[in-house]
């Protein structure tokens, strides 16, 4: 079909500034150490130690998630679902949701074949403005005609529509020296599809949307997502069902996301070591809370008398927040439930 060949080209002629790195250190998900062996999400399961939780070693501890498809009815069953996580669909849509910059991609030319890189426009030095249309289910993006990528974007999507939307590595700012230090990324999501210019009727009502001033000159994109693919922590790309991307809904805390990561980042630095020794058991060199949602939230920590290897932390909470007060609420509690440990044993 035509947007099975378009799909296979986006992906692998997108440069997302990963760190030039050759030789990827060792991590771990869930706070046991595996390695990666290259950039493209391929690991060695012969490194994993008995129990890991990982699906291709542990398929028990998988939990089967259910999407109600908006269209048809119809329930999507077949995506696995780390326990502790939101679903796959879910964790996409909402990496969407709570950025408002994206890395858009356009093609210059017709490409020759899947090798698409001198056929592609993408430069992530030079984020375009973005955001979700609720209503239509559309990703929508601001072209600023004084800026020259963005112009270069609104005269390529204008030729050939086809385009690519990633977002996830360039929010929140603060965060991203700390991914590249040790070569890698944020989870990453890219949507596929057609990028057309939004009717002018939506003008208003996608200006508000996207907080554009009335001053700013330039024009609303926006795509129907035709494919959508998910890139984790340790790289590993998923391909996410359209309609379940479409009917996922956005987290309660999705919008302030950013806001609760500063917070745990500043104000709560000192406790996040603890966190991890005391309820994981791992005591870290230093900590850094990462991704939150209803169910829990995430800390990336450089593990303790190791040279440079550093593991994703997951906490689940025992109930699902409904509101930033009792995410925080939460959080006072875990502290609370902290062993009184000399401060050397961290």
């Known amino acids: 079909s035509r947007m099975s060949w378009r799909r296979s080209l986006l992906p692998a002629a997108i440069n997302l500034s990963r760190s030039p790195c050759p030789h990827l250190p060792a991590f771990s998900h869930h706070g046991r150490p595996h390695r990666m062996i290259d950039i493209f999400g391929r690991r060695s399961l012969s490194e994993l130690p008995p129990g890991t939780t990982i699906t291709a070693a542990n398929p028990q501890n998988v939990v089967r998630g259910k999407m109600m498809d908006v269209q048809g009815g119809q329930m999507s069953e077949d995506e696995e679902v ?15 949701a709570s950025n408002a910059r994206f890395q858009l991609a356009t093609y ?3 490409p020759d074949g899947p090798d698409a890189k001198d056929s592609v426009f993408s430069d992530p030095r030079a984020p375009v403005l973005g955001g979700i249309h609720q209503l239509s289910g559309r990703i929508v993006v601001f072209l600023d005609r004084n800026k020259q990528s963005d112009s270069k974007h609104a005269k390529n999507a204008s030729k050939i529509s086809f385009s690519s939307i990633s977002t996830g590595h360039i929010d929140p700012p603060p965060l991203i020296p700390i991914f590249t230090r040790v070569g890698l990324l944020p989870p990453v999501v890219r949507v596929l599809g057609d990028l057309e210019l939004a009717p002018e009727n939506y003008t208003e009502e996608l200006r508000q949307l996207l907080s554009i001033k009335d001053n700013q000159e ?3 994109f926006w795509m129907e997502p035709g494919g959508v693919f998910h890139e984790d922590l340790f790289e590993k790309r998923r391909e996410v069902k359209v309609r379940d991307f479409r009917s996922a809904k956005e987290d309660v805390l999705c919008k302030v996301k950013h806001d609760i990561v500063h917070a745990m980042n500043t104000e709560q630095l000192d406790w996040l070591p603890r966190f991890v020794a005391n309820y994981k058991g791992h005591p870290l060199n230093e900590g850094f809370f990462y ?8 800390v990336f920590g450089w593990q303790k008398d190791t040279e440079n290897l550093w593991a994703e932390y997951r906490f689940e909470f025992t109930g699902e927040v409904e509101d930033t007060e009792t995410f925080f609420q939460n959080m ?11 401060d050397a044993q961290y």
């Open 108 to 110: 210059t030319g017709v």
């Open 291 to 298: 991704d939150v949602d209803r169910k829990g939230f995430s």
């Open 218 to 220: 330039g024009d609303f």
């Open 82 to 96: 780390v326990e502790g996580h939101l679903h796959i669909a879910e964790r996409a849509k909402n990496l969407v």
């Open 332 to 342: 006072e509690m875990l502290k609370s439930g902290i062993k009184a440990v000399p």
